[in-house]
């Protein structure tokens, strides 16, 4: 079940930060904000499971972060269709 938490929370951290990037980029400042809970909340969890980590853990930590960052940039690229620099 940890594993399960710590790929989860990862996912959540990489796939936030990903897309903030993208948003401080393009100038969306309201995703920009609001992004930024994600990542707080990505951290926390990773913070309170990640000491007691063992092998299986560890894997899921690694995995999920790949398959974030490209999922971030996917949905990015579709969300953000057709907006304007710094409208949201």
Do not use: D
């Amino acid at each position: 079940m940890t594993a399960l938490i710590i790929f989860a929370s990862t996912f959540v951290l990489v796939f936030a930060l990903g897309f903030q990037s993208l948003n401080v980029n393009n100038g969306h400042y309201l995703g920009a904000f609001f992004t930024s809970f994600f990542i707080g909340l990505g951290n926390l969890v990773l913070f309170k499971t990640v000491p007691q980590a063992g092998f299986y853990e560890i894997g899921a930590y690694l995995i999920a972060g790949p398959f974030a960052i490209c999922a971030s940039m996917a949905t990015h690229r579709r969300w953000m269709k057709g907006k304007g620099a710094g409208r949201g």
